[in-house]
T-cell receptor, first 114, second 116 residues
Framework: EAQVTQNPRYLITVTGKKLTVTCSQNMNHEYMSWYRQDPGLGLRQIYYSMNVEVTDKGDVPEGYKVSRKEKRNFPLILESPSPNQTSLYFC?????????????FGPGTRLTVT | GQQLNQSPQSMFIQEGEDVSMNCTSSSIFNTWLWYKQEPGEGPVLLIALYKAGELTSNGRLTAQFGITRKDSFLNISASIPSDVGIYFCAGLARGAGGTSYGKLTFGQGTILTVHP
């Protein structure tokens, strides 16, 4: 089954404790992206990747890191999480980043930073 | 960064009514997309628009790419209870390098409730 998977689905952590949220897709998609969703703000793009080893900042990249060492995986790293990073995070992928192809979203990761 | 203003924020309608929502931006977008999100799930693409002035339908849904490339609207005709969810517009623009697409900006969402 074609899908985007994220792990973990739920995470409660404390301020400053490094964490990684994994994202994997099995559709051989070139484009992958991370978003955070907050009430009243919609989805905001954190980082995206047009292909392996090619990443670029979205609208809200501060406090996050990403890497794209292989096509199927695009982990999101929070080196020193803070409470304002409490949010619902979505990973997405599409065949390419040109907008002509549907973005498939993962199920979401709900992160709470205390 | 770029911002999209989506309205209305929420709508409460009766089954069978038509629905209209729109997005406006201070910046030009090259592609407009409309998504629907149901509780506990990620957004799902409904309609994609690629050219200014384009009018596209998907069943009971119709969306248009504004001539100025700074706005788009989505209409849902004859609403049914399963139309309930959050609808997002999104605009696709070139990345910081200016040579490739990839930077997607979402509106704040319209929460749609349909009463049977």
């Amino acid at each position: 089954e074609a899908q985007v998977t994220q792990n973990p689905r739920y995470l409660i952590t404390v301020t400053g404790k490094k964490l990684t949220v994994t994202c994997s897709q099995n559709m051989n998609h070139e484009y992958m992206s991370w978003y955070r969703q907050d009430p009243g703000l919609g989805l905001r793009q954190i980082y995206y990747s047009m292909n392996v080893e090619v990443t670029d900042k979205g609208d809200v990249p501060e406090g996050y890191k990403v890497s794209r060492k292989e096509k199927r995986n695009f982990p999101l790293i929070l080196e020193s999480p803070s409470p304002n990073q409490t949010s619902l995070y979505f990973c997405a992928s599409s065949l390419s980043g040109g907008g002509s192809y549907e973005q498939y979203f993962g199920p979401g990761t709900r992160l709470t930073v205390t | 960064g770029q911002q999209l203003n989506q309205s209305p924020q929420s709508m409460f309608i009766q089954e069978g009514e038509d629905v209209s929502m729109n997005c406006t931006s201070s910046s030009i977008f090259n592609t407009w997309l409309w998504y629907k999100q149901e509780p506990g799930e990620g957004p799902v693409l409904l309609i994609a628009l690629y050219k200014a002035g384009e009018l596209t339908s998907n069943g009971r849904l119709t969306a248009q790419f504004g001539i100025t490339r700074k706005d788009s609207f989505l209409n849902i005709s004859a609403s049914i209870p399963s139309d309930v969810g959050i609808y997002f517009c999104a605009g696709l623009a070139r990345g910081a390098g200016g040579t490739s697409y990839g930077k997607l900006t979402f509106g704040q969402g319209t929460i749609l409730t349909v009463h049977p």
